[in-house]
């Protein structure tokens, strides 16, 4: 059996997972993202975003926004990003606290990461209108900041940008 002291180290990042190592860290909104649709009053958050690895060839990933005065938690997600061995074609799944379960898929092309929603699937009780399509961009900037813009289309709308933020790296 291993020792408790082994079991805290970091484990070797999977060479499978590289192309989406700028993606690892704990990250905080900065300056607070900004949420839009047609059918819902615009709106801003803060989020913490922990992207970890352990030793996988996966990514582990939460996503934790909160009310900007109250504190308060909001939408919250977790789930894996995948990466076929060998190529540049990535797989996002998620649980999300609204009821929503999604795969997005796309491509990783050095530190921008763009996915599409491949399926959705929500518990019986969601709020309408229901989501029927994601897309995601991820990118690191210039600035080493982590930019995060989400477009969804839902039974009463077509594809419109929903959020966008950028995220501050606080702990690698």
């Given at each position: 059996?291993?020792?408790?002291?082994?079991?805290?180290?970091?484990?070797q990042l999977n060479p499978v997972i590289e192309p989406l190592s700028?993606?690892?860290?704990?990250?905080?909104?900065?300056?607070?993202?900004?949420?839009?649709?047609?059918?819902?009053?615009?709106?801003?958050?803060?989020?913490?975003?922990?992207?970890?690895?352990?030793?996988?060839?996966?990514?582990?990933?939460?996503?934790?926004?909160?009310?900007?005065?109250?504190?308060?938690?909001?939408?919250?997600?977790?789930?894996?990003?995948?990466?076929?061995?060998?190529?540049?074609?990535?797989?996002?799944?998620?649980?999300?606290?609204?009821?929503?379960?999604?795969?997005?898929?796309?491509?990783?092309?050095?530190?921008?990461?763009?996915?599409?929603?491949?399926?959705?699937?929500?518990?019986?009780?969601?709020?309408?209108?229901?989501?029927?399509?994601?897309?995601?961009?991820?990118?690191?900037?210039?600035?080493?900041?982590?930019?995060?813009?989400?477009?969804?289309?839902?039974?009463?709308?077509?594809?419109?940008?929903?959020?966008?933020?950028?995220?501050?790296?606080?702990?690698?």
């Amino acid at each position: 059996m291993a020792s408790s002291a082994a079991n805290t180290e970091t484990p070797q990042l999977n060479p499978v997972i590289e192309p989406l190592s700028w993606m690892l860290g704990t990250w905080l909104s900065d300056p607070p993202g900004d949420g839009d649709f047609p059918t819902m009053k615009p709106f801003q958050y803060l989020e913490e975003v922990h992207i970890s690895h352990v030793g996988q060839p996966m990514l582990n990933f939460s996503f934790n926004a909160f009310h900007p005065d109250t504190k308060k938690p909001m939408h919250r997600e977790c789930g894996f990003i995948r990466l076929k061995p060998d190529t540049n074609k990535v797989a996002f799944i998620s649980a999300q606290n609204t009821g929503l379960v999604e795969v997005e898929e796309g491509e990783v092309n050095g530190q921008e990461l763009c996915i599409a929603s491949h399926s959705v699937a929500r518990i019986s009780f969601a709020k309408k209108p229901h989501v029927e399509q994601i897309t995601r961009k991820f990118r690191l900037n210039s600035d080493g900041k982590l930019e995060q813009t989400v477009s969804m289309a839902t039974t009463t709308q077509p594809m419109t940008q929903h959020l966008h933020i950028t995220y501050k790296k606080v702990t690698p």
